[in-house]
């Protein structure tokens, strides 16, 4: 096993390691101000009221695809995405990668679901909402995907797919919670902020050890 991990892709490509990392302190820089920002909330901000949706939510058959997304981000449709990733990794022999899955998105979740009850921010009454974990679970697994597919680019091209899976998988989850009425669109913008803040030094501190195996 240990000699599979050595060998192993790395789990933060080169090409990506410093652009990922210099994105690692901006996540971590806007999460803390959002964080600050709407501690104690329970009402959304000037930002979020022109983009929540009507009192009848998203209409149908729109509905139904947020319920699908949102699925995706509960407990039991995070663990199957998981396991498939996991088991795509495996095959593929990127043992490096499916630690990250693992270990990445289980602390990006984790960070987020302490954070919720220390920023106290609610919506509909007593629900905490920031900063959302579904958001980050989905743009976690698109960083570590877009790792993967990023790999043999240059730089640009590495980064490039990157941000853009981040934010496609991001966004569409964002749309999803704030569509179904989970969440604040302040909310979600943390949620990302988390998985860029986290992701990248988890990726890197995985190929420091497994290097040093």
């Known amino acids: 096993m240990r000699d599979r991990l050595k060998t192993s892709p790395r789990a933060l490509p080169a090409v990506l390691r410093t652009p990922s990392l210099v994105l690692a302190v901006l996540g971590f820089l806007a999460l803390i101000a959002l964080g600050l920002r709407f501690a104690g909330h329970s009402v959304p901000s000037a930002f979020d009221a022109p983009l929540l949706p009507g009192p009848d939510l998203i209409p149908d058959p729109w509905w139904y695809f947020a319920t699908a997304i949102d699925f995706c981000g509960e407990p039991l449709g995070a663990v199957l995405i998981l396991i498939l990733v996991i088991?795509?990794?495996?095959?593929t022999h990127r043992l490096r990668t499916a630690v990250l899955a693992v270990v990445g998105c289980g602390l990006t979740v984790g960070v987020t679901s302490v954070l919720k009850p220390l920023t106290g921010r609610t919506i509909h009454g007593s629900y905490l909402s920031f900063p959302s974990g579904h958001t980050a679970f989905a743009t976690a697994l698109a960083l570590i995907g877009a790792y993967v597919v990023a790999g043999r680019r240059g730089?640009?091209?590495?980064?490039a797919w990157a941000l853009g899976l981040a934010l496609v998988f991001g966004f569409l989850m964002a749309w999803a919670e704030v569509g179904l009425g989970a969440h604040y669109p302040t909310d979600t913008i943390g949620g990302f902020a988390?998985?860029?803040?986290?992701?990248?030094v988890t990726a890197y501190w995985i190929d420091r050890v497994a290097d040093r195996r």
């Not at 088991?87 to 095959?91: D, Y």
């Not at 730089?155 to 980064?159: F, N, P």
């Not at 988390?194 to 990248?200: N, S, T």
């Open 87 to 91: 088991g795509g990794c495996l095959l």
């Open 155 to 159: 730089r640009v091209a590495a980064v």
């Open 194 to 200: 988390a998985a860029l803040a986290i992701v990248p």
